[in-house]
């Protein structure tokens, strides 16, 4: 079992098992750390089985591209481009020019999407930022402010649309309580199916050695 243990001045321990199958053990500095592992074997071995069903899509696809929940090969070429087919084709010059492509469609998209649903919400946004996320898709400051993770990119077009909404809703009750999620689920019915997608999405872009790469440049 490849584990991770990171020492901190934390009052309890906590474990995560990572999108890549490590665990992750974060603990004050003299806590038994094995222990804790033993303890929780088997709630470790169950989260690790489910991110495994989870990746099941990438397998094997890890060198291609995730693009609007489909998989690519990239050809290297003099200008970019994007071929679907039966297997889906990205030419692009480099790594840092594909980054800089990608960054170009994803907030043409999210001009049009947001706009589209601040009406309907009635609200008004800040500016809209376009990173390379760690840990989430997407996340909205109190000057409403909107930054969205590019590889939002992987995800099929309704997904992006659903995190859009959710985002926009956090504008409005800036909790997960059930005023929120009543307003999320009245612009997007089918919220609840998007967040099990997008588990399944966040597993496989951890996992894809291209968004890695894209997430390295700066």
């Not at 989870?54 to 609007?68: C, Q, R, S, T, V």
């Not at 087919?85 to 170009?104: A, P, T």
């Not at 019915?189 to 997430?215: C, D, G, H, I, T």
Request: proline letters at 3%; one cysteine or more; aromatic letters at 12%.
């Amino acid at each position: 079992m490849d584990v991770l243990v990171e020492r901190k001045p934390v009052k309890y321990a906590r474990i995560q098992v990572l999108p890549n199958g490590m665990v992750r053990i974060v603990a004050p500095p003299d806590f038994d750390v094995d222990t804790f592992i033993n303890d929780h074997a088997e709630w470790i071995n169950k989260k690790k089985k489910e991110i495994e069903e989870l990746a099941g899509e990438i397998k094997g696809k890890e060198n291609l591209l995730i693009l609007n929940g489909k998989f690519y090969h990239l050809v290297k070429d003099k200008s970019f481009e994007i071929l679907d087919g039966e297997e889906g084709v990205v030419k692009y010059y480099s790594m840092r020019s594909l980054k800089r492509r990608l960054v170009s469609m994803l907030r043409e998209e999210l001009k049009s999407t947001v706009s589209f649903y601040s009406r309907l919400l009635g609200i008004k946004y800040g500016r809209i930022f376009i990173k390379m996320q760690k840990t989430k898709w997407a996340s909205c400051s109190s000057k409403a402010n909107l930054s969205f993770n590019l590889a939002m990119l992987a995800l099929p077009e309704k997904l992006r649309e659903y995190i859009v909404v959710h985002e926009l809703a956090h504008l409005i009750e800036p909790k997960h309580t059930n005023a929120f999620w009543d307003l999320v689920g009245f612009y997007y019915p089918e919220y609840k199916n998007a967040e099990k997608e997008l588990k399944k999405y966040w597993v496989m872009v951890e996992r894809s050695e291209v968004w890695r790469k894209l997430r390295s440049i700066k």
